[in-house]
């Protein structure tokens, strides 16, 4: 059995590498090939759980959704989830192993290779073709030895390449040459082409600075494309994205969110945002929380002990208990629900060397972090409303206390959440609930929003294939296809 793969590199981070992979594979499917994608590794704090219980990065779960597949461990068979500035969380084909400081995962990264190749080749048995997503970028050549995320595996699965520039910030035709003159020999064969991202205004203007490009490089342009409005439609991977997402004002429902240092699952608002009627706002330190809030969210974290820290040394706990006295409502997801509660437990120490910590008390609930990490598909009945939530988990620790009699919703495993007696603070485990229309609806109308319309999972499948139309039009797919070697 054959199987075609070639990979998207890019000349720097957010250049449009996610977002071109999600596309193509969308564009290949309708053409009826059996598509993956694959991320060799991944650093993000948004991560999905897949069908068979692990956990990759979101990018690559909206990708395995816009191939028409489901998503599996193997499609990100490394993932890092940062914790501090230095240190991560490792996660290897779906299953935490370790938590790592930036030298000892770089001293130790080879030994995840063969982790990483496994997982390339169980795809290929089953697919036609892979698209591979590189990390950042591969002229870091001070990363090159032992890498996994750009050329080393290129390298490894003897897989060709693409090069993608992004001209909206600037520098592209010095960046796209840059990049390609500091890698070595073997590694410049590998590249077949070049793509210019996310353009702005008429792309006939930049013919000369194309033809430059191909006659430096000696590679073919597979094109110009124009920046795709809509992207803002489809889940983001990186926390950069929020500083980009700006709430108009005269909305009916002002939402606020605690933009937390370690922010975790934060595709869990992309929903509300989309909802005309809402505003979702992002406080950073320094900001109170506004007197017009209809609802503050405490996102979730990756480093919950350390964001509570940061929470109370920014004053919001002041102002989160202001808000519940005027009457306000408040909705802690994952991390958040934890903050929620009266105290936070760490006997094994998982996130440093404090036993436990206070928490806010606008919840009569205790947590306790626990080694075993939870991830797992979740389908629910909201206890308000009796509307159906499927979402997932991800998390570490058990909530439990008298507030927890009054659940959020019930799951196939019991009860899950928490309120407070008068009904305005709301804990929950569950990511993606707001993805379920039936339930987000009902959620807001609690709010004292208008019914909206918005049908979420139908205007992601929309927005895929315009951007597989946008894709068509403006790239040479074919070409890509043509490129894309072949492995047996």
Not at 31 to 39: E, H, I, N, Q, S
Not at 312 to 336: E, F, Q
Not at 377 to 399: C, F, M, R, V
Not at 411 to 419: C, D, V
Request: hydrophobic residues 40%; aromatic residues 6%; negative net charge.
């Amino acid at each position: 059995m054959t199987v075609k793969a070639i990979m998207i590199m890019g000349t720097g981070s957010d250049v449009g590498k996610s977002l071109l992979v999600a596309g193509l594979a969308r564009a290949f499917a309708r053409r009826g090939l059996r598509v993956a994608p694959f991320k060799p590794q991944n650093m993000s704090n948004n991560a999905a759980v897949t069908s068979d219980g692990g956990e990759i990065g979101r990018a690559q779960a909206l990708q395995a959704r816009a191939a028409k597949v489901p998503a599996t461990i193997h499609m990100n068979p490394v993932l890092l989830k940062p914790e501090s500035e230095t240190g991560a969380q490792v996660i290897v084909q779906g299953k935490r192993v370790a938590t790592l400081k930036a030298r000892e995962f770089f001293a130790t990264r080879q030994k995840y290779m063969p982790a990483i190749l496994e997982s390339f080749n169980h795809l290929a048995q089953n697919h036609d073709l892979i698209l591979v997503e590189g990390a950042g970028s591969p002229a870091e050549t001070n990363l090159r030895e032992g890498d996994l995320a750009n050329m080393g595996f290129a390298e490894a699965a003897n897989i060709p390449a693409l090069l993608v520039g992004d001209i909206h910030r600037g520098g592209v035709i010095a960046s796209l040459i840059g990049t390609l003159n500091v890698l070595n020999g073997q590694d410049q064969n590998r590249i077949k082409g070049f793509i210019i991202n996310k353009f702005h205004g008429d792309p006939n203007l930049f013919d000369e600075g194309k033809t430059y490009i191909e006659s430096r490089l000696k590679l073919p342009c597979l094109g110009v494309i124009p920046h795709f409005s809509n992207a803002h439609k489809l889940p983001a991977e990186d926390a950069v994205a929020l500083e980009d997402m700006a709430a108009t004002s005269s909305k009916t429902i002002n939402i606020y969110v605690l933009r937390l240092p370690r922010i975790a699952n934060f595709d869990d608002l992309d929903p509300l945002r989309l909802e005309e009627g809402v505003a979702v706002h992002f406080l950073h330190d320094g900001q109170p929380i506004p007197a017009d809030a209809n609802l503050v969210i405490i996102p979730g974290s990756k480093s919950t002990m350390a964001d509570l820290a940061t929470l109370k040394a920014y004053g919001w706990d002041i102002d989160l208990k202001a808000h519940v006295r005027r009457g306000g409502k408040v909705l802690g997801l994952c991390g958040g629900f934890q903050m929620l509660g009266t105290k936070i437990h760490d006997p094994e120490s998982l996130e440093g060397t404090t036993p436990r910590v206070s928490g806010l008390g606008l919840l009569n609930v205790e947590t306790t972090l626990q080694v075993h990490k939870t991830t797992t598909q979740t389908q629910a009945i909201h206890a308000l409303s009796g509307q159906l939530i499927n979402a997932y988990e991800i998390h570490l620790g058990k909530t439990t206390g008298p507030d927890c009699e009054r659940l959020f919703a019930q799951t196939q495993n019991g009860p899950e959440g928490a309120m407070s007696e008068s009904g305005n603070v709301i804990g929950t485990y569950l990511h993606g609930c707001f993805s379920n229309d039936g339930f987000r609806q009902a959620f807001l109308r609690n709010l004292g929003a208008k019914s909206f319309g918005l049908a979420y999972d139908q205007t992601i499948e929309t927005t895929l294939d315009e951007l597989a139309d946008h894709l068509e039009k403006h790239l040479d797919v074919d070409q890509i296809l043509t490129l894309a070697g072949t492995l047996s």
